[in-house]
């Protein structure tokens, strides 16, 4: 008996079915069979076979003989969906149909035709509840935006504002802002796209509460219409305690008098204060010196955008290398990795040499390594003879092959190489 806890495990095995049937050549199935082999009969590759298993499964009164019939629903060959659909009719009542929704709405998908669609649609009064609470998230929209029509305005409200699926909660607030329903709630609470549609039918007073809203489209919205109305949202920002929309806000819309107002929040105990304050000053004061010490920032996500900061900038090797220390937090290593990288590319193969020897580094740094090997015949710069001496002395640990492509591309020691070889001659 073949029993799937999983309805995705029912499609899982009718392609691994049909992938392994392939080349058979049975046209015809045996008289017996057992349950096993009826349900790969009923996947299988050979269109004749599947259509004699529907006619066995319709009689079936086995529990895997309707996922299977559902199966052959949206099946490639006409005469075997048809079959299958005359099977499945008098098969799928009210509790059947509930209890293969999950299945339903994954079939739905196959673009055979509209028969799966339309079914759905038709059992979607009778199954609501069960329809809007399917764990898989594309069908779970589908049957949402199938279902405005059947839902109150207090119940596409409430999904709207704390459904934990931003689309489905934008679908519904959507809806109820068409209706012109609900709209403050929707500003204040809804999606993120909800939101931004809601201010443009609110006036300037609600763009001046979203100033300083998490998301950053809601932000540039509300920033348009403060500007649109005459007013400087830089001013709303400067005159709000510290928030993370607040200090992002500033960066978005400040100058560079602002500087030093966005510095002081480097120290927050706060990260994402942190994060934004940094990502501001990337705009309005891009050669700020106070961002570099953040490099050894205990939050992996400032941190991030401090190298996003100090691209092209940093230009100090040793106190880079100095940050690749074992010791150090690995996303402390990874950003001076970035930054060395970025410097020129042969300090970015010695940094890459070095990250051989990180368990947390290495496999990025083998990646690096291969890239940088197949553009290394477009360089035409020099390392320093210190600088290709370490390169060389690094090559020592290699897989030999790996090392020999390493020096081969090393100038200095293809010279060396070339002038051994011209003393010879």
């Known amino acids: 008996m073949i029993v799937f806890e999983d309805v995705r495990q029912w499609i899982e095995f009718d392609t691994a079915v049909r992938r392994a049937s392939w080349y058979r050549a049975e046209r015809r199935l045996r008289r017996r069979l057992s349950r096993e082999e009826l349900a790969e009969a009923a996947c299988d590759s050979n269109g004749y076979l599947r259509e004699a298993a529907v006619e066995r499964l319709a009689v079936s009164t086995d529990p895997e003989a309707l996922p299977l019939l559902l199966l052959r629903c949206v099946d490639w060959v006409r005469p075997v969906r048809e079959r299958a659909r005359s099977a499945v009719s008098s098969k799928l009542d009210q509790p059947t149909l509930r209890a293969m929704l999950p299945l339903l709405g994954l079939l739905r998908r196959r673009a055979v035709d509209d028969w799966m669609t339309t079914l759905l649609r038709e059992a979607l009064p009778n199954v609501l509840e069960d329809a809007l609470a399917l764990e898989d998230r594309e069908t779970r929209r589908w049957f949402h935006g199938e279902a405005i029509g059947l839902l109150s305005r207090e119940r596409l409200l409430d999904i709207a504002l704390r459904d934990h699926d931003f689309v489905v909660r934008a679908v519904c607030g959507n809806v109820l802002l068409d209706r012109g329903e609900h709209v403050e709630e929707l500003a204040a609470a809804g999606a993120p796209k909800v939101r931004v549609r809601a201010l443009t039918l609110l006036g300037t007073d609600a763009a001046v509460v979203s100033l300083a809203d998490r998301s950053s489209a809601v932000r540039s ?205």
């Open 221 to 425: 919205m509300a920033q348009a219409l403060v500007l649109k109305a005459g007013g400087d949202p830089a001013a709303h920002y400067r005159a709000m305690p510290a928030s993370f929309g607040a200090i992002a806000g500033l960066g978005e819309t400040g100058t560079a008098a602002d500087a030093a107002r966005l510095e002081r929040h480097l120290a927050d105990d706060r990260p994402r204060i942190r994060r934004a304050a940094v990502r501001g000053l990337r705009r309005i004061a891009p050669e700020s010196e106070a961002v570099r010490p953040l490099l050894t920032d205990p939050s992996p996500a400032v941190t991030r955008q401090v190298v996003t900061f100090l691209r092209g900038r940093f230009t100090d090797p040793a106190t880079l290398r100095a940050l690749l220390d074992p010791a150090r937090p690995v996303h402390t290593r990874r950003a001076a990795a970035a930054l060395l990288r970025d410097h020129d590319t042969w300090v970015r193969l010695h940094t890459d040499l070095a990250l051989l020897a990180d368990p947390d580094l290495a496999a990025q740094a083998h990646q690096d390594i291969h890239t940088w090997l197949r553009h290394s015949t477009t360089t035409y710069t020099t390392p320093p003879p210190a600088l290709a001496a370490e390169i060389d002395a690094a090559c020592t640990t290699l897989d030999p092959a790996l090392a020999r492509e390493i020096r081969f591309a090393l100038p200095a020691t293809r010279n060396s190489r070339d002038q051994g070889r011209n003393s010879r001659d």
